[in-house]
């Protein structure tokens, strides 16, 4: 039996390969993002770095073996969607989209969660 959407890197010991296992279970979970803090304090900055790159690279290998499509081709689609959507959902995500969002807060209460 052949196991869907699975990654299989260079064999070898890998900057980040821990973070990575623990960034792929807490996505499973949807807890990935809510969880960086943690990760970082029990993994390490760089480890978190190289571990999701090392995730969204065997992520993007996976879903162009299941789909058929070369990986340049996917990124690419991949990319400009995320232009598309990044403009058009989000307009906060540009630093002007930030300053306006924030505009007459503190500093304090912008860098403090839910201030």
Not at 55 to 84: F, M
Request: glycine share 12%; proline share 3%; aromatic share 6%.
């Amino acid at each position: 039996m052949q196991r869907r959407g699975r990654f299989r890197g260079q064999a070898g010991i890998w900057t980040g390969e821990r973070a990575a296992t623990d960034i792929l279970v807490l996505a499973r979970k949807g807890r990935a993002f809510a969880s960086l803090d943690t990760l970082i304090a029990r993994q390490g900055g760089k480890h978190v770095l190289y571990g999701s790159a090392l995730t969204l690279a065997g992520t993007i290998q996976a879903w162009a073996a299941q789909t058929d499509t070369p990986i340049s081709e996917l990124v690419r689609k991949l990319c400009a969607e995320h232009r598309y959507h990044s403009q058009i959902s989000h307009p906060a995500a540009t630093m002007r989209g930030i300053r306006r969002a924030n505009a007459g807060r503190s500093w304090a209460s912008v860098a403090t969660p839910g201030g």
